[in-house]
Each structure stands twice: as structure tokens, then as C-alpha cells.
């Protein structure tokens, strides 16, 4: 299998912060620890 070329992980890493941030903005901690749904789909991004 070829290497992904770096530029392209970025992207991707990029992405998934993208996602995460969309996921918990304008949510605290409390009612992030306290949904599960939230954690299962920032921790899936990781």
C-alpha cells in the first residue's frame, strides 16, 4: 500500500478538527462529558 502523501494527512487532520469543533461548539464541558452520542463521535474523529 502506498504512503499518503503529508499534505493530504493534514487535510484530513484539518477536517476532523473542523468536525470536532462543530460537534461541541457552544457546549460545555459538563454537557459534553455528560453526552454520550458527542464523546462516541469526537473520539471516532481521533
Known amino acids: 500500500m502506498p504512503k499518503r502523501d503529508s499534505y ?3 487535510e484530513d487532520m484539518i477536517g476532523c ?10 457546549m460545555g464541558y459538563e454537557n459534553f462529558i455528560a453526552s ?4 462516541d463521535a469526537v473520539c471516532a474523529k481521533f
Not at 17 to 26: D, H, P, S, V, W
Open 8 to 10: 493530504l494527512l493534514v
Open 36 to 39: 454520550k452520542i458527542t464523546k
Open 17 to 26: 478538527c473542523k468536525n470536532i469543533f462543530e460537534y461541541t461548539n457552544g
